[in-house]
């Protein structure tokens, strides 16, 4: 294999068991890429390919629906947080479902989760090496603006990778990748539009104004990515695994069988492209 391939992970909430079903098709297929970054679902979903657990991803977005560990309004009023981040990235990986800690700091693949640094608006990249504990990293990556706590990580303050760099196509490429595989959880057609509540956003984040530029031009940053990524099909240096319609599935879904159903998409998807991914890494 090119060891220059890097798999890029966009992120989108319940949305990625679209990514985990492609993902789990790759680990059933041994297709193993090298380089993997990824944004709040989609650093989630990369490290658990990275420690090559089939399936885990899959057991949590759906065991775990309806406990209110994992999802609450109530949490939402008492602690500022609608998911329980400290269950999600705590309990629950290390001991419930517990993550396999030893193959994913042992495995050859490079990772890296991005998330946004409140302070300057602009992305970090933690790598898997970095000291930082990889649940907080990985915490910081997925906590949504205005439904998550802003997370703490060696004094600086973070939240959601995607606010900064939503599909960190070019952080790959920068880092010597030839060629890209992507996995996005939004259709070809799809057109990113402003934040709403910008007012809201404005008054909470008011202590970090470049964190609110970026909150409030990320639609624009996000839809140039889309047009790059579509001129890098054309070239040849990109093969993009995306779903070919809307993924009916809301931010906060409680419906297994929408989950089940987009999770089984990825696979699919993931399985049709399989000749076409091969050729691609290799030639």
């Not at 500022?80 to 396999?100: Q, R, S």
């Amino acid at each position: 294999m090119d060891k220059k391939v890097a798999l890029v992970l966009e992120g989108g909430g319940l949305r990625g068991n679209f990514t985990s079903g492609v993902l789990d098709y790759f680990l059933d297929n041994d297709i193993h890429i090298p380089y993997v970054i990824g944004v709040s679902m989609g650093a989630c979903n990369g490290s658990t390919y990275v420690s090559k657990q089939r399936g885990r991803n899959y057991r949590v977005n759906t065991e775990f629906l309806r406990d209110k560990r994992y999802f609450s309004y109530r949490n939402l009023i008492t602690n500022g947080e609608l998911f329980g981040m400290d269950f999600i990235f705590g309990e629950l990986p290390k001991n419930i479902d517990p993550f396999d800690m030893d193959t994913f700091m042992n495995s050859e693949k490079e990772f890296i989760a991005v998330a946004t640094d409140c302070r300057t608006g602009e992305a970090t990249y933690f790598k898997k090496n970095d000291p930082e504990d990889i649940y907080e990293v990985c915490k910081a990556s997925s906590s949504l603006p205005l439904i998550s706590n802003i997370v703490e990580i060696n004094g600086k303050k973070y939240l959601d990778g995607a606010i900064a760099d939503a599909i960190p196509v070019k952080k790959a490429l920068e880092d010597g990748n030839d060629k890209i595989v992507l996995v996005l959880t939004r259709p070809i057609s799809y057109i990113k539009k402003p934040l709403r509540f910008g007012k809201l956003i404005e008054y909470k984040y008011r202590e970090y104004p470049n964190l609110v530029n970026s909150l409030l031009t990320g639609h624009m940053a996000y839809n140039e990515t889309v047009e790059y990524i579509r001129q890098l099909e054309e070239d040849g240096k990109a093969f993009v695994i995306r779903p070919n319609e809307h993924l009916q599935v809301g931010r906060i879904e409680r419906n297994r069988t929408k989950i089940d159903g987009i999770y089984k998409i990825g696979y699919e998807i993931a399985k049709e492209s399989k000749d076409k991914l091969i050729e691609f890494i290799n030639v």
